[in-house]
């Protein structure tokens, strides 16, 4: 067991799910893995089940009984991780969209700069996203600049998916009351430690759209985040 575990929720990855294991195993810096898999109809669970017998003691699988949400599966897994004692938790895709060199910078920020909670961001330093169309750069720069108006929060990449975590953030959290499912989980997750005063910081990447497999991103988890955000602030200020 190492102190720190990245977290890379699952649904239907078969053409990533090898990769990005053995690309995250290959860092200098040693970490776990925790797939947390939707019941994935293309089988993904089956083959990281076949590379657990490589990587034995370091791959480790949950098996949800079916697609209920990206942020249902990060509190899953948060849970799981804090049970089983690690330092350092990370979110990931399994799509390298995030680039799995980059977990060493966003632990470093972590472990040796203290920070409480490192964000892979893709607009602390202008715009770095590679092979998305201008209209969902523009929706994602948008919804950011939204977020931060409504919020008072001082992040530029308010609905990043790439983040490190210590666990005294998660442990301060309650983790059963947070409400969205979509990447609204990632603005709340960030807002919730927002108001608890932890040090936040940014860490530049260049995010890359997936090669292989489907997006996820659907007009419900857009009109989530919109909405869910005023929401939220609201019932932060009462």
């Known amino acids: 067991m190492h102190n720190g575990i990245v977290i890379i929720p699952t649904y239907n990855e078969i053409e990533n799910i090898e990769g990005i294991i053995k690309a995250v195993f290959s860092l200098e810096k040693q970490f776990d893995i925790l797939i947390v898999d939707d019941n994935s109809p293309d089988l993904t669970a089956m083959k990281v089940k076949e590379l657990q017998q490589q990587y034995e003691d370091r791959l480790f699988l949950e098996i949800r009984k079916e697609k209920s949400g ?22 990931m895709d399994a799509d390298f969209s995030h680039n799995p060199k980059d977990l060493i910078r966003l632990y470093n920020s972590c472990h040796e700069d203290g920070a409480d909670m490192a964000i892979g961001s893709r607009y602390v330093k ?43 953030v ?19 997750m960030k807002f919730r430690a927002y108001l608890k005063k932890f040090k936040i910081v940014e860490i530049p990447i260049v995010f890359t759209d997936r090669v292989r497999g489907e997006s996820k991103l659907s007009g419900g988890i857009i ?3 919109i909405f869910g955000v005023i929401k939220m602030k609201f019932k932060s200020i009462f």
């Open 126 to 168: 202008g715009v770095n996203v590679v092979n998305w169309p201008l209209s969902r750069v523009l929706l994602s720069y948008m919804a950011s600049i939204y977020v931060r108006v409504i919020t008072g929060m001082k992040i530029y990449d308010t609905t990043a998916g790439f983040v490190c975590y210590k666990r005294q």
């Open 70 to 91: 990206l942020g249902t599966a990060y509190i899953h897994g948060f849970k799981w991780c804090l049970d089983h004692d690690y330092d350092y938790i990370f979110e």
């Open 223 to 225: 009109s989530e985040a």
């Open 170 to 188: 998660l442990e301060s959290i309650k983790l059963d009351e947070v409400k969205f499912v979509g990447y609204a989980f990632q603005i709340e």
